[in-house]
């Protein structure tokens, strides 16, 4: 199982990024999928899930109605449309899924939202 993320960067206060996630060594249809994050000196947290067939979504509470996570299949991939991206949201943002009872990770993208 491989997980790599992609999209990071700079953007001032109120701009707007989308991460990518490309997975592969498992049938990426089969499994759900999140994205988690880690600020520094913060424990790492959940920030958005999808099921396997992206029927039914959740949100943290601090992102609702600003990101929006998604998949497409046929691709492998997932996506975090993160919009009206604030200070806070500064962070290394990590895909996750769980197979065969195991979790796997991404390396992580750096966000960093500044002026």
């Known amino acids: 199982v491989q997980l790599v993320e992609s999209g990071g960067g700079l953007v001032q206060p109120g701009g707007s990024l989308r991460l990518s996630c490309a997975a592969s060594?498992?049938?990426?249809?089969?499994?759900?999928m999140s994205w988690y994050r880690q600020a520094p000196g913060k424990e790492r947290e959940l920030v958005a899930l999808?099921?396997?067939?992206?029927?039914?979504?959740n949100y943290a509470d601090p992102v609702k109605d600003r990101f929006t996570i998604s998949r497409v299949n046929a691709k492998n991939t997932v996506y975090l449309q993160m919009n009206s991206l604030k200070i806070e949201d500064t962070a290394v943002y990590y895909c996750?899924?769980?197979?065969?009872?195991?979790?796997?990770w991404g390396q992580g993208t750096q966000v960093t939202v500044s002026s």
């Open positions: 060594g498992f049938t990426f249809s089969s499994y759900a």
């Open positions: 996750r899924t769980r197979v065969w009872a195991r979790y796997y």
């Open positions: 999808i099921t396997s067939g992206g029927g039914s979504t």
